[in-house]
């Protein structure tokens, strides 16, 4: 026997083992072998699915955040927008109130004033009577200082009142 060429009966009975493990492996190995082969391909093939409707998703979470973003301050600038209007229509009307009661109170001092005025006008008149009544008073002892002087003066006064009635 030599070490490089064979003999036949090893190369014949290494051809029936070969036979019958090549058998063995084609009955029983290789159908769970490509079954799992087969298998783990489709699980590569769902997981490859599954990351591309996750990452279509993951696209339409960005446009729509996007989408609610845009809209979010869309609804803050009108926010604001009304807001600045509320505040401009607050000081017109707080303004408008403030010159109707400066209206009130410029009134209100006018018509003090005014009455103020008629009382010191008043007061005058009243005092500027009785000055002159005191003075009359004064004119009038002087005058009719004499009996035959207040006679003559009543005299005169009812000849007037007679003449009066008269007409």
């Known amino acids: 026997m030599s070490l490089i060429t064979p003999e036949f009966g090893l190369v ?3 051809l029936v083992v070969f036979g019958i493990v090549f ?14 082969i087969a298998q783990r391909n ?11 409707d996750a990452n279509e998703k993951l696209n339409n979470i960005k446009k729509e955040s996007e989408k609610i973003l845009n809209e979010a301050k869309s609804q ?12 401009d229509q607050i000081i017109a009307e707080a303004k408008k109130q403030a010159e109707t009661e400066a209206a009130k109170i410029i ?3 006018k018509s003090s004033i005014n009455a103020e ?12 009577i009785e000055l002159t009544l005191q003075l009359s008073e004064k004119v009038l002892k002087k005058q009719f200082s004499d009996k035959q002087s207040q006679e003559a003066f009543i005299n005169e006064k009812l000849d007037e009142i007679n003449a009066i009635n008269k007409q």
């Open 12 to 14: 014949f009975w290494m």
């Open 23 to 36: 058998f063995l492996l084609a009955k029983f190995a290789w159908p769970v072998i490509t079954e799992m």
């Open 42 to 52: 489709k699980y590569i093939e769902d997981s490859i699915q599954s990351a591309k």
């Open 76 to 87: 803050q600038f009108q926010i604001v927008h009304e807001a600045q209007n509320v505040k």
């Open 107 to 109: 009134e209100n001092a």
């Open 117 to 128: 005025k008629e009382n010191a006008l008043k007061d005058i008149k009243v005092q500027v």
